[in-house]
């Protein structure tokens, strides 16, 4: 008897265990859900756009924080902000020609400052010398590409009155015994009042909205959490409001399976495909050109086309999406350094976007060679090798026997031949002179 009580309640202790690993917030299948991905999941790079008062001094959009500047000091931008060569459908065109196919832009970063045109402030785009809403015409030029669109809404607030002052505020104090004394008089309740409402504009006042990009939450000791936002209850009403759009996993809602859709690494090198409780999840990798997401002058550090390539198709043959960001100028336009790489990713992505679009990783049980990296059409059954480092004529593709009919040049399409070796190896036969593209793909026909 006893054996038999002991039994049961370890029993349900493991079905509270499974449960607690499979808490949901919504009735969604995993089918209904990779049907909602689906797009997003076939498009693989889109285009991040950090644009705030921040591209006023042009030094990083945490200039706020890093040199603890009070409102006052920082209200001179917002009384100067004039854009006055804002052309989004220039943007649109450019992002489309990188061969990029959605994209999220801030309607407002961490210093509070909206781009839209929202009821509940007057610290907004309107309100400057520029005087309108920069994200309805935004919108409106990028959905006229064909391009998906995002909103980046910052649940952090370094301008609200009632936000209170944690660790990573401008004005945080040297001495922890202070945030009581200096948060006296704000109140998250009313902050959390205004995030629902903000958000409610965004999801209702621009039409369909594809992504939502919250960012961030911050737990612990003179942090912020789910709790601070009201996190369940934002992402219920989005979900509401737009029964279609992607969420990513900043509002700290990890407790839950569908707390978010996909994960966000940032400025990191995935080495392999992510996975919570062992199984793979889907992911979106965001990446700067610099070393700043808002427009910054004098940084140097900018990655090269090979460079960013290599983050592209990378993240595709781990299963992942790349958000590629931008940093607009302060007079609106996106300056040359950021042209001139978009230009370099459409130059390739016009030939070889066949091995990105609809694209994941290799199957397992295919070896990839030195040098390269693999992705996988699984509905054409195409495997696509990408030569970072091109070999001399003989290519060696090893354990392929018997496996590809055809294999090509992806940008011109020309057939490459090929051979099986005595041990039963495919060795492709490369023309000694490297194609005229910065990363050149194979293209393999599979039985
Ligand atoms: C961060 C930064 C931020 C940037 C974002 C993009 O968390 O706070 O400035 O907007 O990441 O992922």
Redesign the pocket.
Known sequence: MKKMTLCAITFLLFLLQVQAQHKKIFNETDQQKEQRLGWWLNDRFGM?I?WGLYSMPAR???VKNYERMTDSAYQKYFELFNPDLYNPKEWARMAKNAGMKYAVI?TK??EGFCLFDSKFTDYKATNTPIKKDLIKEWVDAFRAEGLKVGF?Y?L?DWHHPDYTIDR?HPQRPKDPKEYDELNKGRDMAKYRTYLQNQLKELMTNYGKIDIL?T??SFPGEHGKDHNDWNSLELIKMVRKLQPGIIIND?MDLNEYDDGGDFV?P??VKVSEWPTRNGKRIHWET?QTFSGS??YFRDETSWKDNKQLLVLLIESVSKGGNL?L?VGPTSRGLIDARAQSRLQGMGDWMKVNSRSIYGCTEAPADIKRPDNTLLTYNPTTKRLYVHLLDYPLQRFDLPGLKGKVKYAQFLHDGSEIKMRTTDKGDITLNLPVLKPDVEIPVIELVME
């Open positions: 991040f950090h990083h959009e945490w801030t970063h961490h980046y910052s952090i990573v990009w960012d961030f900043r966000t940032e400025q965001c997401w808002g958000l960001n």
